[in-house]
């Protein structure tokens, strides 16, 4: 039976014996870590299910750490501190099971293959640090560590649903434990920069948590989100799909950022259930009018890209070329585009100057590019594509410039050059700011050590939504 949903903070710094004093500008999390803790030995919970953000994350897929040893170490912080756990492998397996009839991918990864992804399975600082203040209070139940997916927030919110049935099955006392990490930008001194709508976000996500009102974590803007740089709202999702159905009672222990990172200690527990709190329809169809919306609005640009990709995918061919194209769009140019989900990058590739003999064809091979070439992610299938946005960037003939003063990440994008290596980095891209870290980038793309002096070029663009 699921007792509660506690949401937990992970920064290492609240850990006296990697704080070593610092975890004293913390007083207030430190405190409700310790009631938390304490609230959740006195419920005697036979299972901890522990959802985090720093375990294996996959873009395609909601992943179960199944090692042979459940342990982990803060020796990276500093302190050679460790802990071991039980892992609950038939709680596990039953939710592998049930998960079968969900969109999104569910698995287990063993030793072996975390071996092949050459990944880590050692518990993750998410889970770390709320376990060392459990471990504190007596707490010694078996855990199952929940690694959360980079997928469309109604399947997180499926998950959630899903793994409320099954805790509903388990004949023992369960507690889920979301680590999460508010905005990383709440400070100038913050470790992601500063960014003012960061503490905006922060305001709006403990209100609606403290109301009980799911809807509106399942809508904060997209935008909102990527300003404020954080790593909780998808574990936060996912616990409340555990609590659909119900009336969610919550307790704020505490909130604050003393360290330019926000931190949340809360719980939220199952009330009576209720017929208008079951959601995940209302939510799927939020997300779908929300596309549509975008849709109608599309520039030219994007709409010739979508139908592309979309015309490709469907049918294996490519668009004739269009029937009319707008004056504005007839001279050829350089074109990037690219393709998010979920506010999430998808892919983007772009070429810096003309290749094609149209614009209208330069588009279409980069839109096909960035969907199905970009090394970085896995190329897009048919079944995503009611869930994508896009936007194109025309640029603008690059100048040479003679040093970074002549930048600025909010006008111009940046070309930089090495001999036969070159590398480039859009404008007005989200948590780029900075003309130093924009440069470094560009660098790190084009495979230049960040000490090696460059041939620096500058160019605008014209975004199309």
């Given at each position: 039976?699921?007792?509660?949903?506690?949401?937990?903070?992970?920064?290492?710094?609240?850990?006296?014996?990697?704080?070593?004093?610092?975890?004293?500008?913390?007083?207030?999390?430190?405190?409700?870590?310790?009631?938390?803790?304490?609230?959740?030995?006195?419920?005697?919970?036979?299972?901890?299910?522990?959802?985090?953000?720093?375990g294996p994350v996959f873009q395609d897929a909601i992943t179960i750490s199944r090692?042979?040893?459940?342990?982990?170490?803060?020796?990276?912080?500093?302190?050679?501190?460790?802990?071991?756990?039980?892992?609950?492998?038939?709680?596990?397996?039953?939710?592998?099971?049930?998960?079968?009839?969900?969109?999104?991918?569910v698995a287990e990864i063993t030793d072996s293959d975390a071996h092949g992804y050459?990944?880590?399975?050692?518990?993750?600082?998410?889970?770390?640090?709320?376990?060392?203040?459990?471990?504190?209070?007596?707490?010694?139940?078996?855990?199952?560590?929940?690694?959360?997916?980079?997928?469309?927030?109604?399947?997180?919110?499926?998950?959630?649903?899903?793994?409320?049935?099954?805790?509903?099955?388990?004949?023992?006392?369960?507690?889920?434990?979301?680590?999460?990490?508010?905005?990383?930008?709440?400070?100038?001194?913050?470790?992601?920069?500063?960014?003012?709508?960061?503490?905006?976000?922060?305001?709006?996500?403990?209100?609606?948590?403290?109301?009980?009102?799911?809807?509106?974590?399942?809508?904060?803007?997209?935008?909102?989100?990527?300003?404020?740089?954080?790593?909780?709202?998808?574990?936060?999702?996912?616990?409340?799909?555990?609590?659909?159905?119900?009336?969610?009672?919550?307790?704020?222990?505490?909130?604050?950022?003393?360290?330019?990172?926000?931190?949340?200690?809360?719980?939220?527990?199952?009330?009576?259930?209720?017929?208008?709190?079951?959601?995940?329809?209302?939510?799927?169809?939020?997300?779908?009018?929300?596309?549509?919306?975008?849709?109608?609005?599309?520039?030219?640009?994007?709409?010739?890209?979508?139908?592309?990709?979309?015309?490709?995918?469907?049918?294996?061919?490519?668009?004739?070329?269009?029937?009319?194209?707008?004056?504005?769009?007839?001279?050829?140019?350089?074109?990037?585009?690219?393709?998010?989900?979920?506010?999430?990058?998808?892919?983007?590739?772009?070429?810096?100057?003309?290749?094609?003999?149209?614009?209208?064809?330069?588009?279409?091979?980069?839109?096909?590019?960035?969907?199905?070439?970009?090394?970085?992610?896995?190329?897009?299938?048919?079944?995503?594509?009611?869930?994508?946005?896009?936007?194109?960037?025309?640029?603008?003939?690059?100048?040479?410039?003679a040093s970074m003063k002549e930048l600025d990440p909010e006008i111009y994008g940046?070309?930089?050059?090495?001999?036969?290596?070159?590398?480039?980095?859009?404008?007005?891209?989200?948590?780029?700011?900075?003309?130093?870290?924009?440069?470094?980038?560009?660098?790190?793309?084009?495979?230049?050590?960040?000490?090696?002096?460059?041939?620096?070029?500058?160019?605008?663009?014209?975004?199309?939504?």
């Open positions: 039976m699921l007792q509660m949903v506690a949401i937990c903070p992970h920064p290492p710094i609240i850990i006296p014996e990697v704080g070593k004093g610092e975890e004293r500008k913390a007083e207030s999390t430190v405190k409700g870590m310790m009631e938390i803790a304490l609230d959740i030995k006195e419920l005697e919970p036979d299972l901890l299910v522990f959802i985090t953000p720093h090692p042979k040893k459940v342990k982990g170490s803060l020796q990276k912080f500093g302190t050679s501190l460790s802990l071991e756990r039980t892992f609950g492998g038939e709680f596990s397996t039953s939710l592998v099971k049930r998960a079968r009839g969900l969109k999104a991918m050459g990944i880590n399975l050692e518990l993750d600082h998410g889970i770390l640090i709320p376990l060392y203040y459990f471990d504190k209070a007596g707490i010694n139940a078996p855990i199952v560590p929940v690694n959360m997916g980079m997928l469309p927030f109604h399947e997180l919110y499926e998950f959630g649903i899903c793994l409320k049935e099954v805790i509903n099955s388990f004949p023992g006392k369960v507690v889920v434990v979301v680590s999460a990490d508010l905005s990383h930008r709440l400070t100038h001194n913050a470790p992601a920069g500063f960014e003012p709508l960061g503490k905006v976000f922060d305001e709006i996500l403990v209100q609606a948590l403290e109301e009980g009102d799911v809807m509106r974590v399942l809508t904060i803007d997209n935008q909102l989100v990527n300003k404020a740089g954080e790593c909780g709202l998808r574990p936060v999702i996912m616990g409340l799909g555990v609590l659909d159905g119900h009336e969610i009672m919550s307790k704020k222990y505490s909130y604050e950022g003393p360290f330019g990172v926000g931190y949340l200690v809360a719980t939220l527990t199952p009330g009576p259930e209720l017929e208008t709190r079951f959601l995940l329809k209302e939510i799927i169809k939020n997300e779908k009018d929300n596309i549509d919306r975008i849709r109608e609005n599309e520039s030219w640009p994007v709409k010739w890209a979508r139908e592309n990709l979309e015309s490709y995918l469907s049918t294996g061919r490519k668009h004739s070329k269009p029937e009319t194209v707008p004056q504005e769009f007839s001279s050829p140019k350089g074109v990037f585009v690219s393709i998010k989900k979920q506010g999430q990058l998808r892919g983007c590739i772009g070429t810096i100057s003309a290749t094609k003999e149209t614009l209208a064809e330069e588009i279409q091979s980069n839109s096909l590019k960035a969907a199905l070439e970009d090394p970085r992610f896995e190329p897009i299938k048919e079944d995503e594509l009611d869930q994508l946005t896009y936007s194109v960037d025309i640029l603008e003939k690059p100048e040479k410039i940046v070309i930089v050059k090495k001999g036969s290596r070159q590398g480039l980095l859009l404008p007005m891209l989200e948590g780029i700011d900075i003309v130093e870290e924009q440069v470094a980038i560009a660098k790190q793309k084009a495979g230049i050590r960040p000490h090696e002096d460059v041939e620096l070029e500058r160019f605008r663009v014209v975004r199309y939504y």
